[in-house]
């Protein structure tokens, strides 16, 4: 069965998914897990502003909470690919996002500025390294931010055609 379970197992419950990224050495955003209202109250001033997303079963901007905007993020890139079981890996062209109420409105392919020719390699170098790692089969999309300074950081994925992959 492809994606295999441990694929889709990791991306269903973000708490898994963010310590996965670690692990793999992607960069990620500065996140604390929130499972009680006594873990809001020992937060540190430095993660506001920002957004609370539910660990499972949120997606497409469901299941998630402004507590204000992300100052530091100015842009979120998707890149899907598809990898099979040979390990082989076909990229498309990196997407830019933008999102209205924390729902996915548009999506531009190719990316314009700020996604250079550089940063859409290395977005989809993170992503590739991503599938190979959870040795992936199938159709993949990883969702970035883009940092003012030029910096990618995971934000989630999705094992399937994610809503900013559908025109391909």
């Known amino acids: 069965v492809a994606p295999a379970a441990r694929s889709v197992a990791t991306a269903q419950d973000r708490v898994v998914e963010k310590a996965f990224f670690v692990e793999a050495g992607v960069p990620v955003a500065d996140y604390r897990v929130v499972m009680t209202h006594e873990d809001v109250e020992g937060l540190p001033g430095h993660l506001f502003p920002g957004i609370l997303k539910v660990a499972r079963l949120g997606y497409d901007g469901k299941g ?4 204000a905007s992300l100052q530091e993020a100015r842009a979120e890139v998707s890149v899907l690919l598809a990898r099979g079981s040979d390990g082989k890996v076909a990229v498309y062209p990196v997407a830019a996002n933008e999102h209205r109420n924390g729902i996915l409105a548009v999506t531009t392919v190719p990316a314009p500025e700020p996604v250079t020719p550089a940063l859409a390699r290395r977005a989809s170098e ?21 940092l003012k300074d030029g910096r990618l950081l995971a934000n ?4 399937r055609p994610h809503n900013s ?4």
């Open 64 to 67: 998630q909470a402004r507590v």
């Open 126 to 146: 993170l992503a590739t390294a991503i599938a190979s790692r959870l040795d992936y089969h199938g159709v993949l999309c990883v969702e970035f931010f883009i």
């Open 156 to 159: 989630e994925m999705a094992p």
């Open 165 to 168: 992959g559908h025109w391909t």
